[in-house]
């Protein structure tokens, strides 16, 4: 953290320390869809659900190194997990569930990215960056959720 850094840091790993909560909980949430996936689509649908895992896994990498860096504690107690986090953890049955709660999930993550980069605005530009990459990520995990469900839909 530098000598100009403008933020409320308190604030700013509290919200980082959620959305690690929200990238965790997606990543069980995708890990578990990827070994319960079935049927005559799950192939395809496995891989993106596997693909997703590994990226919502770094999310919370960089966002538990950012917090480190602003002279907090990444909070990975299993305890409260939930409560931390912007999303629910729903598994669903078939392939189009799983993939509907996928894309609810993304969906809440993109919205608490974009207010959590309207918070620090320029005030803490390396966060915002972080935030705003994490975020690009993210859209492009709903639009191929969204692909996937207007293919296997009813």
Do not use: W
Not at 6 to 19: D, F, H, Q, Y
Not at 39 to 52: A, C, M, R, T
């Amino acid at each position: 953290m530098t000598a100009g850094y403008k933020a409320k840091v308190e604030t700013v790993i509290r919200l980082l320390n959620e959305a690690l909560a929200t990238e965790i909980v997606c990543v069980l949430r995708y890990k578990r869809h990827y070994f319960m996936a079935s049927g005559i689509n799950s192939l395809s649908v496995k891989g993106e659900f596997l693909q997703h895992a590994t990226e919502e896994q770094v999310h919370a990498d960089q966002l538990a190194e950012r917090i480190v860096q602003l002279g907090g504690e990444p909070n990975f107690s299993p305890e409260g997990m939930l409560s931390r986090s912007h999303s629910e953890y729903v598994e669903g049955d078939s392939l189009v569930e799983m993939i509907t709660e996928d894309l609810v999930a993304e969906r809440i993550a993109i919205d608490s990215y974009r207010e959590m980069i309207t918070y620090v605005g320029t005030d803490d530009p390396t966060t915002g960056n972080l935030l705003e990459g994490i975020l690009a990520q993210e859209e492009e995990h709903a639009e191929d959720l969204a692909s996937l469900l207007k293919k296997l839909g009813p």
